[in-house]
Every structure is written in C-alpha cells, then in structure tokens.
C-alpha cells in the first residue's frame, strides 16, 4: 500500500511540475486545494534535483582527475558524458588543449616514468589523426601538432607558454565554465519527458518491426539463392560429366573405333534433359580429372566435441541436428562418404577417448530433445554401412539404446529412433549376437503382444528387428524358451491392418519352425489353419510365402535359411530430410551448416588416430579403407557386394548350391518409404526402410 501511495504522490508532482511549466498559475490552486482536500500526498519536483546531483558528481570527477593528470579516468568520463559536435569551434579547442595538458602532465611535475610518458603521447598522435585532425588547418593549433616528434618540449620556445605557471588554471576555468553550461539541468518537466520517451520507445518499436520483416524476407531470398546455387552446381557437374563422355567420343573417332548409335542418343538425352538434379551428380564420374565433386569445410572436431560435452542443452541440440543435417543433406555418393569418414576420422562420437563422460553418453542426458537428437543421430550413422562399422565399435552402445527402449515412454521420438537405429545395426552379425544376449528378443515379443499401441512405424521396425534376430541360430533358440507366445503374437499380426509387417512377420514365422520343438508347439496351437485363413489374400506374393511357412511347419526335418554372412554390409540407405525439425533457430540464431562454418570451421590436417583405425579395419590388399591411414578425407568407395537377399522362387537357376529349398523372398529387394501417417521422418525413418534380410 505504502508503494502505491508512493507512485501516486510521485505522479501528481509530475501534474504540477507540468503545469507549473507551462504556467497555468490559477490550475496549480484549484490543483492544491483539491488535493488538499481529498487527502492526496503531492512529492515535491525532485527531478531537477537529482539529475542536478548527478551532473555534479560528474563534474568534480572530471576536475579531479584533471587537477591529478589523470588522463584515462577524465576520458572516459569525457567520452560518456560530454558531446563534441563538429560545429561547436570553443569545445573543439578546449579538448585540444586538454589533450596537450594531459600529455605533458609528467614533464611538468618532473614525472621519470617514461612508459607513462609514451603512453600519453601516443595518446595524443592517435587524438591529432583522428578527431584533432578537423584542426590541423588552423594556424593556432598548427604548430602543436609538432609536440609528440619533440625530444624536449619544455626546452623549445614554441612551447614555452605550455610551462608557465598561469596556463593550467586558465585552461582549468575554462574547463569549469564549459561543464556548468554542458552539464546544465534542462527545464523540461518529467512529464514531457516521460512522454517524449514513450514516443521514441513506440518509433524504435516500429522500426525494429520493420527490419524483423526485412531479415525474414532476407533469409527467404537466402533461402531461394542457396536453391539456385545448389541447381546450377548440380547443372554443372552434370555438365563436367558430358564433357568427359564427349572428349571420349572424340577420342574413339579419331582412333578410328566405331561409335554406337545408342550410345549417341545416351549422351544427347543427357545434354538436353533439364530433369536431372541430384542424380546428376552420383551418375558423374568423379574419377576422371577435372571432375572432382564439391567438398565441405572441414571442421574444427576438438571445438565441436568440446562444446557438445560442455554447452548448454539447447546448444547441444543445435549441434547435433546440424551434424546430421550435414550427413543426411549431403549428395550421396562422394560428398557423403567424405561427411562421413571425418566424422569417423576424427572420432566424434570419442569411440576411443579416455574421458569418462564422452559424446555418446548424451543418450543418458536429462533434456529429452538431446536425447532424441543424439539418438537421430545415430540413426544417421546406422543409415550408412560404414557408419554401421564405426558404431559397431562401441561397446556401451547397445547397453545404452536398449536402456533407452525400456526407459522411454512408448510415444517418445527418441524410442523410436532408438529402435529404428537398432534395426540398422542388425544387419551386423556382431550386433546381431549382442542384441540376442541382451535379451532383447523377449522385449520384441512383449511389445508387439499390445501393437494396437504401438504406431504404423514402431510395428514395422520392431518386426523388422525381431525376423533379423529370428534367422540366427542363437535366435530361435530365444525364441523356442516362448514359443507359445512367439507363436501366439505372431499369427496375430498375420491379420494386423497394416499390411507392411506381413512379410516380417512370414520371415520369423519360416525361421523360428525350423526347429522341432517350435514346430511341435505350432501344431498343438492349430497355426496351419491359421495360416490357410491368410492364404486367400488378393496378394499373389504373400500368399506364396505363406505356402513356404506351412511346408515348414509340416516338414519332417529342419531347413535352414541359406544366408552368407558379410562382417561389413555395403549397403547404404539414406534419404534426404523432408520433415520439419522439433527445434527451430530463434531470430539471430544460426543453426545447421551455418552454425558449423561460422563457429567450428577448421583446417584440414593430417591429424589421425593410427592406432585406432588399424584395429578398425581389417588388413587387406585391395580394400580402399586403408586410405583413412592416410588422410582426413577419402573418394567414394570402390564398388562392393550388395547385401546378399533370399531367391523370389523354389526353383533357382543359377548354381548347383540352391537346388536345396532355399528359403522363400519374405520382402522386396528394394528399402520401401514408411508411409506418411507413420510418423517418422523422412529423413530418419525412411532412410532406409526395416531391412529385409541379414548381412
């Protein structure tokens, strides 16, 4: 109460200083004796007052300090509080003199210390190049600006006044008479003031308005640029590309080598075909000279470790999106392969660090959206076959992912990314073996057991998963200790809507009957005649899996799934981001590539982990990966195998080796896009969709 009572009182002297102002004498009574009688406080004008006390203080600073030769207190002051305007000749010239008293304060009181001295006189070089240079015409002044070249100015006779007794207290009066007039109170009430303020506040308001929608429409015309840019460098490699094929045309001519037709209308089709945008650049031959393929910067990865363990969480996620970003965005080809061999090179997720806390322990960071982006990505790194090998390094990792499963709530965006990079790693026999350990079959199964929860994304990635565990021995064994349940869940998404888990589904059902026990358990549950119920579907392909599975079911011997296991899978699916990110930047806020290039650009150097990565790949004669010994960055990969898949039919015609009832093509040989409702991005979920078969 006492503080409302304050402000009123405060604010009706306001009132009355107003009136005062501008002389409304007999307003000011009838003002007083109102509130006179309502009782009302009026404070008496203290504005003057203090701001009168404020310049006060001022000025005795200033002629302290003057009086002191303290020349860095009273310029400081000077530069805070007093305004020098150009047109003002008497201020220009008290602030010469000024400088001059300063720079030969120590030779007038017999001062010795000469760092001091040079410091003020090179003071005084800097004020003659600068401000005191509007002066330097005047005759006045002119032979002044001789003082700082003068070994002794006190000896020399242009400078003899500047010694005498009777100069320092006539600068010192001039001095005191400006201050009073500069430093005067200004009559306006506060009211005016107060009002004058609120109208510059509401026009600074509006002008920053106006130049928020100026940045926006700069960042779209950015936006739109960066666009065109990435068109015309894709135009023109596609270019480069056509060159190198016609310098080849050129070549055979003139050796006299015939040129086919077909091969003409190729490279025309090329020339004139304005549709080709990203595959330009994968279809260019980047091994011919000339054709080298754009390279990011490289960036400076101890800064980005450092601040990634170090930074506040929304720094932290900005980071991570941005390293993915750069991964996911990248032209897949070389330009990806770069990204991704000095990500490994340089270790970033600090595989071989001996810090206790490391990069990938922010997986168990308290702020959910880091955890998310970590585990996307991971993701990203699981997208990628030699990513896969680099994650397949850590230890602590599966024991990290599959906590997160079980701690996250089902609908978290993390879980999900967390299963979808599990997915990825399970094309690694090694990875297959620690998931198996880890138990984490039995998890699957009681997951999928309540599917109606579970969303289009997590149903097709979990079952994904659980049919790559499933064709391991180590496996069905797991799945054999719950086969009535193993059974049980399984035909039950037989009829599941989403019809994108039926081959999954058929995958595991084939795999686990192959043992005997699995088998026997089948039968007593009648899952025969379940199956024949599924065997009318409109789907010819579905139904010929299910023919397999039942043949299983009611073999006398166990058929195992003929798959050669790779220790690498070369496989690489990755797409491009399409959805928009859960963190955005805020205004000024720079975010993915810019923030990299901006704040953690680096050099290029030799710097390597040798021990490291002589472990991390195995020794060979023709394997390109010996090159990461070498160099930061590496070209795109030689050609490798494709992830070996299951034959589409009984009857295979190639080789004597599958005339033995091979498994059945549960799935298709391409990844397939999650579909649009799943929720899962486009460039997380649909990088590579659940895997069909193992490596």
Not at 222 to 240: F, S
Not at 635 to 647: D, E, G, L, N
Request: hydrophobic share 35%; net charge negative.
């Amino acid at each position: 109460m006492g503080d409302i009572l304050a402000t009123e009182a405060d604010l009706l002297g306001m009132i009355k200083e107003y009136l005062k102002f501008e002389g409304f004498e007999e307003t000011i009574d009838s003002f007083d004796m109102e509130c006179q009688c309502k009782g009302k406080l009026v404070s008496k004008p203290q504005g003057s007052s203090l701001r009168d006390s404020k310049n006060h203080a001022i000025q005795r600073d200033l002629l302290t300090s003057f009086d002191d030769g303290d020349h860095k207190v009273f310029f400081e002051l000077w530069t805070n509080h007093i305004e020098v305007k150009d047109t003002d000749a008497a201020a220009q010239s008290l602030e010469f003199y000024l400088y001059i008293h300063f720079t030969i304060y120590p030779l007038r009181k017999h001062l010795s210390h000469q760092g001091d001295l040079e410091e003020r006189v090179s003071l005084f070089k800097q004020f003659l190049e600068t401000q005191g240079a509007a002066l330097s015409q005047t005759t006045e002044f002119l032979p002044y600006y001789a003082l700082p070249f003068v070994p002794n100015p006190m000896a020399h006779p242009s400078f003899k006044n500047l010694f005498q007794d009777s100069w320092i207290p006539k600068l010192k009066k001039k001095l005191e008479q400006f201050l009073s007039f500069t430093l005067k109170s200004p009559n306006s009430p506060r009211l005016l003031s107060l009002y004058v303020s609120f109208s510059l506040l509401h026009t600074y308001i509006c002008s920053m308005q106006q130049l928020q929608i100026q940045l926006s429409e700069s960042n779209r015309r950015i936006a739109t640029y960066i666009k065109k840019c990435n068109k015309i460098q894709v135009d023109y490699y596609n270019l480069i590309g056509i060159t190198a094929d016609l310098i080849d045309l050129l070549e055979a001519s003139v050796s006299g080598k015939m040129i086919s037709p077909e091969y003409l209308q190729r490279v025309c089709v090329c020339l004139f075909n304005r549709q080709m945008r990203q595959s330009a650049v994968q279809s260019t031959d980047f091994t011919r000279p000339g054709t080298e393929v754009p390279m990011l910067p490289s960036l400076d990865y101890d800064k980005l470790k450092k601040d990634l363990m170090e930074g506040t969480d929304r720094l932290r996620a900005l980071l991570l999106q941005a390293l993915r970003w750069r991964l996911t965005r990248s032209f897949p080809g070389e330009q990806r392969d770069t990204v991704l061999q000095a990500y490994i090179t340089n270790d970033l997720l600090d595989r071989f660090s001996n810090n206790q806390e490391t990069v990938l322990h922010l997986m168990w960071s308290r702020n959910d959206i880091v955890r998310q982006f970590m585990a996307r990505l991971i993701n990203a790194f699981a997208s990628l076959a030699e990513g896969r090998v680099y994650l397949s390094q850590f230890p602590i990792l599966l024991q990290m992912m599959t906590e997160a499963l079980k701690k996250e709530e089902k609908d978290s965006q993390t879980r999900e990314y967390v299963l979808i990079a599990l997915q990825k790693l399970s094309l690694r026999r090694s990875q297959q073996t620690a998931m198996i350990e880890k138990d984490l079959i039995c998890w699957l199964v009681d997951e999928l057991q309540d599917y109606d929860c579970l969303s289009d994304c997590t149903l097709e990635y979990s079952m994904a998963l659980l049919m790559n565990l499933c064709l391991r021995t180590k496996g069905k064994r797991k799945c054999a200790e719950k086969a009535k349940q193993v059974l049980k869940v399984l035909t039950d998404l037989l009829g599941h809507e989403n019809h994108e888990i039926r081959p999954y589904v058929n995958g595991a059902l084939y795999s686990i009957l192959s043992l005997p026990s699995v088998r026997q358990e089948a039968k007593e549950m009648s899952v025969e005649e379940i199956l024949y119920c599924y065997s009318k579907e409109d789907d010819p392909n579905l139904n010929r899996q299910i023919e397999y599975v039942i043949k299983q079911l009611n073999s006398s011997m166990s058929y195992f799934l003929i798959f050669k296991f790779y220790s690498i899978s070369y496989e690489d699916l990755m797409e491009t981001d399409l959805e928009e990110e859960v963190v955005q930047p805020q205004s000024g806020e720079l975010s993915g590539e810019s923030l990299l290039t901006t704040e953690y650009l680096g050099v290029r150097t030799r710097h390597q982990i040798h021990l490291c990565f002589e472990s991390y790949f195995p020794k060979c004669s023709n394997c390109t990966c010996q090159l990461y010994l070498h160099r930061d960055y590496i070209p795109a990969f030689v050609s490798q195998p494709k992830i070996p898949r299951t034959p589409d039919g009984p009857s295979p015609q190639r080789g004597s080796s599958h005339s033995r009832g091979l498994a059945p093509s549960f799935s298709h040989c391409e990844p397939q896009r999650s579909r649009p409702n799943s929720g899962a991005s486009n460039e997380d979920k649909s990088q590579m969709s659940p895997s069909k078969t193992i490596v």
